[in-house]
């Protein structure tokens, strides 16, 4: 109701909630509707409310539960501005969780949105304050992480200086079953699986022990991601990575 009383559309951290868009706790710690419209000055002022002063574009415009909400292009756009100056982590991150192709399981076959049109949202909206932030981060956006913790943990790998890793790689594309991975390189045989609590179910165990047995019939070295990584910024994980890669000496393999 605080929403229509408004006469503005849900934004920002509001927004994010509504579209279900992964978001670090802090984000949201003010508990306060976000809300944009042209002229707040004139809108009687309520502390449970945070008003945005700006005029949305009805094509950036959608309605969730009822709700009229900035749509979810232009939602991830204002999440730069919510985050601290080049702080582009936890945006690239709702990036990829908006655009990734989820698994058929799931009931929902295609992706929320696209890289095209994040950037065509972006365009539209112009100067604002997190526009660099958002721009940057969106060069880093990626299709293949199907999660947080999988989109942190690429990043590390790249604020290390590694080369970016293939993300979903299968190791025989060619047939109908084959064992994948998280993130991998095919010219050093190298992959890494996230392996997060659902793993520890024992018919994912299963599954996980088929996985690497075939990895590494085909000679290939492994490295198994945790939470514990994840709460450690994955130094374990990047720096096993270097050693793989020193290891080789500049040797490479081929693509097959």
């Known amino acids: 109701m605080v929403v229509e009383a408004s006469g503005g559309v849900a934004s920002h951290a509001t927004a994010l909630l509504l579209h279900g868009v992964p978001l670090p706790p802090w984000v949201c710690e003010d508990g306060t509707v976000h809300i944009s419209r042209p002229h707040p000055r004139g809108a009687s002022v309520r502390a449970e409310v945070t008003s945005h002063a700006r005029t949305v574009p009805a094509v950036d415009v959608t309605t969730l ?26 945006v690239v991150a709702a990036g990829d969780a908006v655009v990734r192709h989820p698994w058929t399981e799931g009931g929902r076959t295609a992706p ?44 590390a790998l790249l604020h290390a200086g590694l080369p ?9 594309p060619d047939r109908d079953r084959s064992p994948d991975a998280d993130l991998g390189w095919r010219a050093w045989r190298l992959v890494i699986h996230y392996d997060g609590d659902s793993h520890l179910d024992p018919g994912q165990r299963r599954v996980d022990q088929w996985r690497n047995d075939g990895w590494d019939r085909a000679g290939w070295a492994q490295i198994v991601a945790t939470v514990d990584d994840a709460r450690d910024d994955f130094r374990r994980v990047v720096a096993d990575v270097q050693a793989h890669r020193a290891r080789l000496g500049g040797r490479v393999f081929g693509t097959c």
């Open 65 to 90: 539960h009822g709700i009229r909400v900035t749509g979810l292009e232009r939602t991830w756009a204002d999440l730069a501005s919510l985050v601290p100056p080049r702080l582009i982590d936890p």
């Open 112 to 155: 929320r949105t696209t890289t095209t049109a994040l950037r065509s949202a972006l365009d539209r909206a112009g100067r604002f304050k997190g526009v660099r932030t958002a721009r940057a981060a969106l060069d880093l956006v990626r299709v293949g992480a199907d999660s947080p913790q999988e989109t942190a943990l690429r990043l």
């Open 164 to 172: 970016e890793p293939q993300l979903q790689l299968v190791l025989h």
